[in-house]
Nanobody
């Protein structure tokens, strides 16, 4: 069973930064993604990265968020800059391999003054 553990969430003021981390036990050849879900809203894809490919981002975070991975550490990161109140959500790490998807437990990000 693949396990994913997120960390790095918290409370930050608008304009601030956070870096989320996701340590996983899956293959380094997996697709890795970060999703978020705000109260009352559907879960949405924030960013995704595949081995050897160009990262993809939601339009709402382009230019502010950066996804990266360190295969030596089995870790994927989400650097979030210029945070806005509308970025407030629970952020989930996803690992996709073939037809299977695995999820972390989520980490809360709150952007508020």
């Amino acid at each position: 069973q693949v396990q994913l553990v997120e960390s790095g969430g918290g409370l930050v003021q608008p304009g601030g930064s956070l870096r989320l981390s996701c340590v996983h036990s899956g293959s380094i050849f997996s697709m890795m993604g970060w999703w978020r879900q705000a109260p009352g809203k559907q879960r949405e894809l924030v960013a995704a990265i595949v081995p050897g490919g160009t990262p993809n981002y939601a339009d709402s975070v382009k230019g502010r968020f950066t996804i990266s991975r360190d295969n030596a550490k089995n870790t994927v990161y989400l650097q979030m800059n210029s945070l806005k109140p509308e970025d407030t959500a629970v952020y989930y790490c996803q690992l996709g391999l073939g037809s299977r998807n695995y999820w972390g437990q989520g980490t809360q990000v709150t952007v508020s003054s």
